[in-house]
């Protein structure tokens, strides 16, 4: 089946270690989105890929980058993780205009120690 | 900007008595207003979708959701609820691009 499948589930690392969160769709969808949700909280968009032109949010911390080497895979690099960073972060991906929905991977839940 | 909220944190329902969950947008168009479903740990499943046409949707797991353009609502419902439906909701408006807004989700317990 088509899908947005995201590697690896859980992921521990450390105060300041950098980490990287990957993200793959069998969808050929132009559009990929980084969402993080703490705990108890909404899904916050940290930025989207429409093809290869990225799309940061305001507000989304220099820590986080992202990367978008094909259609099919993008990561979602952290610099320098901070005890806050700790979430789920999911990944999603749509066509780009129109009447169209978002489907979601199933999260990599991090946990900075 | 948009925004959406969802002024119920957590509701308690009874194993075979109905639910509706509340859902408030703001959006300076046309929106185009989903419904999601996460169990935890895990990810955002599409229960339903709006985006014109027949302001009452039909979605997955018999659950069906109004738009209300006068009252800027998207309130989910589902007749009957079973102990699998116990999970957090979230309500959700899409901008250009697709870019999700989300509402702080409702919590759904779901007692025996």
């Known amino acids: 089946d088509a899908m947005v499948i995201q590697n690896p589930r859980y992921q521990v690392t450390q105060f300041g270690k950098p980490v990287t969160l990957s993200c793959s769709q069998t969808?050929?969808?132009?559009?990929m989105y980084w969402y993080q949700q703490k705990s108890s909280q909404a899904p916050k968009l940290l930025f989207h890929y429409y093809d290869k032109d990225f799309n940061n949010e305001a507000d989304t911390p220099d820590n986080f980058q992202s990367r978008r080497p094909n259609t099919s895979f993008c990561f979602l690099d952290i610099r320098s993780p901070g005890l806050g960073d700790a979430a789920m972060y999911l990944c999603a991906t749509s066509r780009p205009t129109g009447a169209t929905e978002a489907f979601f991977g199933q999260g990599t839940r991090l946990t900075v120690v | 900007a948009q925004s959406v909220t969802q002024p119920d944190i957590h509701i308690t329902v009874s194993e075979g008595a109905s639910l509706e969950l509340r859902c408030n947008y703001s959006?300076?168009?046309?929106?185009?207003l989903f419904w999601y479903v996460q169990s935890p740990g895990q990810g955002l499943q599409l229960l339903l979708k709006y985006f014109s046409g027949d302001t009452l949707v039909q979605g997955i797991k018999g659950f069906e959701a109004e738009f209300k353009r006068s009252q800027s609502s998207f309130n989910l419902r589902k007749p009957s609820v079973h102990w699998s439906d116990a999970a957090e909701y979230f309500c959700?408006?899409?901008?250009?691009?697709?870019?999700?807004?989300f509402g702080g989700g409702t919590r759904v317990l779901v007692k025996p």
């Open positions: 969808l050929n969808h132009n559009v």
């Open positions: 959006y300076g168009a046309t929106p185009y």
């Open positions: 959700a408006v899409g901008a250009a691009g697709n870019k999700l807004t």
